[in-house]
């Protein structure tokens, strides 16, 4: 247990970041919730305070550098500087999203489709402002209060679609393989301090997010989430659960003191699978 580490959580009181938040606060961490929506992270921290661990919901915009500082003070007055900081803040954009997993001359033709050279500069503007610069911006600012701490870790929040882009969502494909990139880069920028980078790359897990894109309205997969689970071993989604043994192993430097620039896939062997 420890009770005197800090770590914030951007993008908490998602799916997700709910799951983070809840296991490092049963863990001993003290809490803070980052999110835009300040309602949703307060009902999360008031579970979290009545179970006794230690919590605060701070709303925060990761693509605004002084929302981000505002955060980062009241968390330091309030549970005192980050040990830990989990980039869990990220999501697409419908029109960075093509409408077509192939491009065929009659696409153009179609009513309301999206091809390739439909997607909208704004839409493509959004996903790469909220994955990348969203992961980057919080290193900057909470990586100062970080550099004076004996083991401090950065956790980046990833995608198996960075390592082999999906089809429809190009976007959100490079921005996170651009998240995989600085996770690297910024692993070697910080080897001489005592700040260790590395991300997690979640496979197929259904969140709020993508759940109009993976159910039916009758509760159904749709035929993406099939095509999903029959190139997915395990041949099921991944539970939120399941992806807090590696956020805990990386946060703690007893047990992964010297790991560092690694991004680990938790995806039930999507990677590993060839389609044969």
């Known amino acids: 247990m420890r009770q005197n580490k800090v770590a914030v959580v951007t993008g908490g009181s998602g799916v997700l970041g709910s799951a983070f938040c ?4 049963q863990h001993g961490y ?28 701070v709303h925060a915009d990761v693509t605004d550098r002084v929302s981000l500082e ?35 001359d009659d696409l153009s033709q179609q009513a309301n489709a999206t091809s390739f050279f439909d997607l909208e500069l704004d839409g493509i503007d959004f996903v790469f402002k909220l994955n990348f610069l969203g992961t980057l911006l919080p290193c900057q600012v909470f990586g100062k209060q970080m550099l004076d701490k004996p083991h401090a ?39 001489k301090t005592n700040i260790r980078v590395n991300a997690i790359a979640p496979g197929f897990f259904l ?17 993406r989430a099939e095509k999903i689970i029959a190139h997915t ?36 062997g999507f990677a590993a699978y060839s389609g044969v």
């Open 153 to 191: 870790t950065i956790i980046n929040i990833s995608s198996m679609s960075a390592f082999s882009p999906l089809t429809k969502i190009p976007a959100y494909s490079a921005a996170k393989a651009a998240v995989n990139n600085f996770t690297q880069w910024l692993a070697v920028h910080f080897a």
């Open 70 to 104: 505002t955060a980062s003070e009241q968390i330091k007055q309030q549970l005192g500087s980050c040990d830990v900081l989990i980039n869990g803040a990220g999501g697409n954009h419908p029109k960075g999203t093509s409408s077509a997993e192939y491009y065929t």
């Open 30 to 57: 003290k809490v803070a919730i980052l999110g835009r929506d300040l309602a949703k992270a307060e009902e999360l921290a008031a579970t979290i305070n009545l179970a006794g661990g230690i919590a605060l919901a």
């Open 22 to 25: 809840q296991a490092l606060a």
């Open 207 to 223: 969140t709020q997010q993508n759940h109009n894109l993976l159910k039916n309205p009758d509760g159904s997969w749709t035929a």
């Open 233 to 268: 071993p395990m041949a099921r989604f991944g539970e939120a659960e399941e992806l807090l043994g590696t956020l805990l192993w990386l946060a703690d430097e007893r047990a992964s003191g010297f790991v560092n620039g690694v991004v680990i896939p938790v995806d039930g």
